[in-house]
């Protein structure tokens, strides 16, 4: 059983930078996906970045510009750079993993939520203003 564990959370003011790190404890076999999602308190979990195993990239409207998701397979971890970084980004972050493609929808869908088989525990990520 994949786990991953996440880290790199923390409070930084509104217009900082924050990586995210995702460690897994094994290597997942091409194809796969590997994405993050965040859940802010009362809202659902939404999906804000994935890459798959063939180096292609997607990302949710509200980061793009300012956020990039990128892996390191040597290394089994996954990242997430976030700049630019805004009060309502403020969330738990989660990685999460599967040993399919991608789905070819966009990254806030159910559809991706849904097509995740492994999940962290979740990093907390607060912005103030």
């Known amino acids: 059983q994949v786990q991953l564990v996440e880290s790199g959370g923390g409070s930084v003011q509104s217009g900082g930078s924050l990586r995210l790190s995702c460690a897994s404890s094994e290597y997942i076999y091409s194809p796969n996906c590997m994405a993050w999602f965040r859940q802010a308190p009362g809202l659902e979990r939404e999906g804000v970045a994935g890459?798959?195993?063939?180096?292609?990239?997607s990302y949710a409207d509200s980061v793009k510009g300012r956020f990039t998701i990128s892996q390191d397979n040597a290394k089994n971890t996954l990242y997430l750079q976030m700049n630019s970084l805004k009060p309502e980004d403020t969330a738990m972050y989660y990685c999460?993993?599967?040993?399919?493609?991608?789905?070819?929808?966009?990254?806030?869908?159910?559809?991706?939520?849904?097509?995740?088989?492994?999940w962290g525990k979740g990093t907390l990520v607060t912005i103030s203003s």
């Open positions: 999460a993993a599967t040993s399919r493609r991608c789905p070819n929808v966009r990254v806030e869908s159910l559809t991706y939520y849904y097509a995740m088989d492994y």
């Open positions: 890459i798959d195993s063939d180096g292609s990239t």
